[in-house]
């Protein structure tokens, strides 16, 4: 038998490897549907800090009543990672109880801030895999983490996300529109500088029914208010409304220079309501002012 020659370089590097669990997928192959799932939570909700050296942990802090997901993390990670609990004021209970999952496996860490989890503050860092990725899944995890899913005060249903990343925002209103056909713009609030991505009514119940899928991996008390969207219909005296007419720039310097809501609408052939609420968010700052463009651009 031929002698193996210990200088000839390797075939590849056993640490390279990725752990898998034994009758499941490569940790974090995005296009497992858990996987992607459980990344957009992360990307959302998720901090990884960087330590000393090759110290350091990622750390996702949830309310206790969801400790669920937490575990379902835990199953399919292949290292080793533990779930605590804490008690603590804040600045809505005096008494929230929490649940942490804390992973600290440099291997694992490197893996997902590879994926597109920064190191330290990320909420406007973050962006939309790459690669492959299971694309509706990544979205649910988003929206787990931080959306909402439910009725409105008036019965409505709704589907919203609250992000800091255009990235996000946007990708989520490009795939929402293929789902639903309802389009939406983002912008950041003018408060916080966030953007707040909603969607109502019929294209709410699309996009819940087609995010939270039958035995899909979610947050349990958000797959049961999505299911609960599917039984709504349209009242038959709720009229559909139109696409909706954007603001120009143009539109926004005449509301402004009249500082009159009848008297501009007159102009720009809008309702004086619709000119109302444009000039209250224009003077309270809700919406920034558009760039400068001529009349009819």
């Not at 790459?130 to 019965?155: C, K, M, N, P, W």
């Not at 969207?229 to 005449?254: F, I, Q, T, Y």
């Not at 809008?270 to 920034?288: D, H, I, M, Y």
Request: charged residues 25%; positive net charge; glycine residues 10%.
């Amino acid at each position: 038998m031929a002698e193996h020659d210990t200088n000839a370089p390797p075939l590849f590097e056993i640490g390279d490897l990725l752990p898998a669990p034994a009758d499941g997928p490569v940790f974090m192959d995005l296009e497992h549907p858990d996987y992607a799932y459980m990344f957009g939570f992360l990307q959302a909700d998720g901090h990884l800090a960087q330590g000393t050296g090759r110290k350091g942990r990622l750390t996702v802090e949830i309310s206790v009543r969801d400790i669920a997901v937490l575990r379902e993390f835990q199953r399919l990670t292949p290292y080793n990672s533990s779930i605590t609990e804490r008690v603590r004021a804040t600045n809505f209970s005096q008494e929230h109880h929490s649940a942490i999952w804390t992973l600290c496996d440099q291997e694992a860490r490197a893996r997902i801030n590879g994926l597109g989890l920064p190191y330290g503050r990320k909420s406007k860092k973050i962006t939309p895999p790459r690669g492959e990725f299971s694309r509706r899944d990544y979205l649910r995890g988003v929206i787990d983490a931080d959306g909402s899913v439910g009725h409105t005060g008036q019965g409505l249903p709704f589907v919203s996300l609250t992000t800091a990343s255009a990235a996000v925002g946007a990708y989520l209103c490009r795939y929402a529109k293929a789902v639903t056909g309802a389009a939406r713009q983002i912008g950041r609030n003018a408060r916080d500088g966030v953007f707040n991505v909603v969607y109502t009514k019929e294209a709410a119940v699309q996009l819940a029914g087609h995010l939270y899928y039958p035995g899909c991996l979610s947050l349990a008390r958000k797959r049961t208010a999505a299911a609960s969207l599917a039984s709504w219909e349209r009242p038959a005296d709720m009229r559909v409304r139109p696409p909706g007419r954007r603001w120009k720039a143009w539109e926004d310097h005449v509301l402004l220079a009249h500082d009159d809501a009848g008297a501009a609408a007159t102009e720009l052939g809008r309702s004086v309501a619709s000119c109302s609420v444009r000039l209250w968010r224009l003077k309270t700052g809700e919406v920034r002012r558009s760039e400068d463009t001529a009349p009819g651009a």
